[in-house]
């Protein structure tokens, strides 16, 4: 075998970075307790005090106390106005920045999201599959929107909603009964569907025709469409969606004029 030259030396290929995988024997409890304080506040908008953070996280309070101090000296806590509690800081919203930043379907939907805006005139919105639940990462509104359905970030059930049901819809019928089983069936409004048998006869409707539809499921007055974007030719990666006001359409109009317009960008987003 041949000795390498002084170059082949200086340039060859750099090795491969061994792919990460999942090892639940190297979870660390104390590194999981600061994400268990930040998920406390997924249930309110207001401050919470030291108690509160400590049963939201389900950790003793002593151990929420040494977290919240470590997470204020970060930036990842701030002091309520009063000073009485405490509410997320604004360095949380510089990881969502890195997230939205480094994922390439949220890069490639931000163009055809604003286009699909401009041809509609309704808000449109991205969502990603997150098996029982769906997060929304885009989402630009119309002229009339209610603050929450507004913010990117915001996770719904998979169950209740239209891109929800579109991405089960690609799924085979033991992962959406599978999906269903482990769903806290919740209405979100009187007019929730929260039947399975339901449920799946609206995924068959959506995988017949391309999108699904709710109307008032999520929120009164709202009818939506979305159609789902595919990984790999098959799997669920996301949704498209559109929304209007039943005060503005009836749903077989806006079903009419909006489901192409769905299918198409999701089509152009598949891979």
Do not use: C
Not at 79 to 93: E, F, K, M, N, Q
């Amino acid at each position: 075998m041949s000795t390498p030259t002084g170059f082949e030396r200086r340039y060859q290929a750099p090795e491969r970075e061994p792919i990460i995988e999942v090892d639940e024997r190297l979870f660390l409890k104390s590194a999981a307790r600061s994400f268990y304080v930040l998920e406390a506040f997924a249930r309110s908008p207001r401050p919470l005090s030291l108690a509160e953070v400590a049963k939201g996280a389900k950790i003793s309070k002593s151990a929420a106390q040494r977290v919240v101090q470590t997470l204020l000296v970060l930036g990842y806590l701030e002091r309520s106005a009063t000073g009485t509690g405490v509410v997320p800081g604004r360095r949380i919203l510089d990881r969502s920045f890195d997230y939205l930043r480094s994922n390439p379907l949220i890069e490639r939907a931000t163009p055809i999201l604003t286009e699909l805006r401009k041809n509609t005139g309704e808000r449109v919105d991205l969502s990603l599959f997150d098996d029982v639940t769906i997060l929304y990462a885009i989402r630009q509104q119309s002229k009339r929107e209610t603050f929450y359905a507004t913010l990117a970030g915001r996770r719904m059930p998979t169950f209740a909603t239209a891109g929800g049901r579109a991405m089960l819809s690609l799924l085979d019928d033991r992962h959406v009964d599978d999906i269903l089983r482990r769903s806290k069936l919740v209405p979100l409004t009187p007019k929730t569907l929260i039947d399975a048998g339901l449920i799946r006869q609206r995924v068959e409707e959506a995988r017949r025709d391309g999108y699904a539809w709710v109307q008032e499921e999520s929120l009164l007055g709202e009818i939506v469409i979305a159609a789902p974007v595919t990984r790999d030719r098959t799997m669920p990666a996301g949704a498209i969606h559109i929304a209007g006001s039943l005060a503005d359409w009836t749903a077989e109009e806006f079903r009419r004029r909006f489901a192409p317009l769905a299918i198409e960008a999701a089509r152009a987003l598949s891979s």
